[in-house]
């Protein structure tokens, strides 16, 4: 059930780390409402206190670029979802090569206050 899934995802006993770009944040599917709801809903998923929610300026330099999201799950694996299939990489040297990513993609990325504040004026844009 998508409850307990959501539960368990969101257990105050694990860690969770989400680096966004701003383009992301900004590009609407649905209705104006829809992406207001779903911003509201980010800005309060970023208050938990076991989440940690960046934002990659659209104005940033870019050292990395993820051309596809991915998830990293506690160092032991690494899913990737493509429009035909989900992929799960558990070789140690392909873990690595998503850790060394991710870091990068941190060092360009905004937390806390400011990313909080960047998400509120894409929505008082909409």
Do not use: C
């Not at 780390?17 to 992301?24: P, R, S």
């Amino acid at each position: 059930m998508k409850a307990d899934r959501v539960a368990i995802a969101l257990s105050p006993s694990k860690r969770i780390m989400v680096v966004l770009g701003e383009q992301a944040l900004r590009t609407r599917r649905g209705t104006p409402s829809d992406h207001a709801d779903q911003l509201t809903h980010l800005l309060s998923f970023m208050r938990l206190p076991f989440v940690s929610v960046g934002v990659i300026p659209a104005d940033a330099q870019r050292r990395a670029i993820a051309t596809i999201g991915f998830w990293i799950f506690d160092n032991n694996a690494v899913t990737l979802e493509t429009p035909t299939a989900a992929i799960k990489a558990t070789r140690s040297q392909e873990i690595t090569q998503y850790v060394e990513m991710f870091d990068q993609l941190q060092k360009e990325t905004i937390y806390g206050h400011d990313a909080r504040q960047l998400v509120a004026r894409i929505l008082a844009s909409l």
